[in-house]
């Protein structure tokens, strides 16, 4: 407790008025600035003083003018990758971007051709569905399974939606959000093979890897068998997600086959200078080479607090269903037995006064869920349980179930 609250003094800090999207931009997506926010995926701690101990070196030096990527990034990164996951990586594979939202867009781009189809397994982080639409292609959804409240890949319906709609890529999240899946290595081998069979690409949206919470071990489809599909894919992973850097835009493009490396590299030739920042760069390394004790303690954070809002929800409200959270600090909530869909955000906005996203931006298919961000200190996970269980003793009397 004492080192958690140590942790907690050197690390949390208070983000209002910092330009924050999640603070600072509630008014904009919620129309109110007084909800607690807890939504889009970044966390309210620092990075580790490893980060910034670097970034502050890098400013001193004082000159912002063309910078190289350095072998000590690929070093710290390829290190990282080994020793904790035992990934195969090669330094040519290698690409940088701003982000991988991104890299999203432009492989969709590079991996398909207008009208074609693209498969996601829902409900899924939104921006797939943007990525692929913005692109004129047609995604093609493919509900997990959802029995018993567990989240599994549905392989026949995914068998048979790839072969009756001709699919030509897949865009797969792993580990999952918003469901929180950490995909075995049997599952990735039965759904890499079906898409091997049916000549679908894939493209592995792995920015999560390190946010692992349970006991199953992360998995790259980079590995599984391996390596025999890594012609048939490409991974898209970050530092940013792991250790709070999203805005200084470095994510990685891993494209194993060297004639999909050429068609990238003629793409992105015409983009404005895709390939990410240099301080994003130099946070990155630092963050790969000493950030795994203070990521140790992000995951403890996490685990307490998803303990802690799971047991006093469920204990309360017995038909709140919660996904297991084996991998990302995002929590998948079930109010479906209490709260109408329809009156979803009138409650939880006018009721709890929380900013969530909502279920329905994920999937048509999930209105009745929210998913709440966990990375933050547990004093402000209690207030919004309990303004959640305010809300919900109100919902009885005022009929929103
Ligand atoms: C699955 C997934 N991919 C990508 C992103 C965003 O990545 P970036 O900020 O690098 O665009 C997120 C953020 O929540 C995510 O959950």
Redesign the pocket.
């Known amino acids: 407790m004492a080192k958690k609250n140590k942790f907690l003094a050197e690390f949390r800090v208070n983000r209002k008025n910092t330009n924050s999207v999640k603070w600072d931009n509630l008014k904009e997506q919620y129309g109110d600035d007084q909800l607690l926010p807890l939504w889009?995926?970044d966390m309210d701690f620092k990075s580790p003083k490893a980060v910034t101990d670097a970034l502050v070196a890098r400013v001193q030096h004082g000159v912002f003018g063309y910078s190289t990527i350095p072998d000590s990034y690929y070093d710290a990164f390829f290190e990282w990758q080994q020793t904790r996951y035992g990934i195969e990586m090669h330094k040519e594979w290698m690409r940088f971007g701003t982000?991988?939202?991104?890299s999203?867009y432009q492989l969709v781009d590079l991996m398909t051709e207008p009208g074609d189809n693209v498969l996601v397994q829902t409900p899924v982080?939104y921006?797939f569905y943007s990525a692929i639409e913005d692109n004129q292609r047609r995604v093609i959804r493919t509900p997990l399974k959802h029995e018993n409240n567990q989240y599994e890949m549905d392989f026949e319906a995914l068998e048979r939606d790839i072969k009756e709609n001709h699919v030509k890529l897949l865009i797969q999240?792993s580990p999952h959000?918003p469901v929180g899946r950490v995909w075995t290595e049997s599952e990735l081998t039965q759904l890499l093979e079906l898409c091997r069979e049916n000549h679908v690409m894939v493209i592995s949206?792995e920015?999560?890897q390190d946010l692992i919470v349970g006991n199953k071990p992360f998995i790259s489809a980079l590995s599984i068998d391996d390596g025999r599909y890594r012609d048939n894919m490409v991974v898209v992973n970050?530092p940013?997600?792991t250790f709070n850097l999203?805005a200084l835009q470095n994510?990685h493009i891993i494209i194993p086959n060297s004639q999909l490396r050429a068609k990238y590299d003629k793409l992105v030739k015409h983009l404005n200078k895709p390939e990410g920042s240099l301080m994003g760069r130099v946070a990155g390394e630092a963050a790969y080479r000493s950030g795994a004790i203070w990521l140790d303690e992000i995951l403890s954070i996490v685990r307490t607090n998803y303990l802690e809002v799971s047991h006093q929800l469920v204990s309360k409200f017995p038909e709140i269903k919660i996904s297991e959270l084996e991998g990302?600090y995002l929590m998948w909530i079930d109010l479906s037995a209490y709260v109408r869909a329809d009156r979803m955000k009138e409650f939880m906005q006018k009721e709890c006064g929380l900013a969530v996203d909502y279920g329905q931006w994920f999937s048509e298919e999930t209105p009745g869920f929210i998913r709440m961000n966990l990375a933050t200190d547990l004093g402000t996970v209690q207030i919004a349980v309990d303004q959640l269980l305010k809300g919900l003793k109100g919902a009885k009397l005022n009929h929103l179930n």
């Open positions: 889009v995926a982000g991988v939202v991104n999203l982080y921006p999240c959000n949206d920015i999560h970050a940013s997600k999203a994510s990302t």
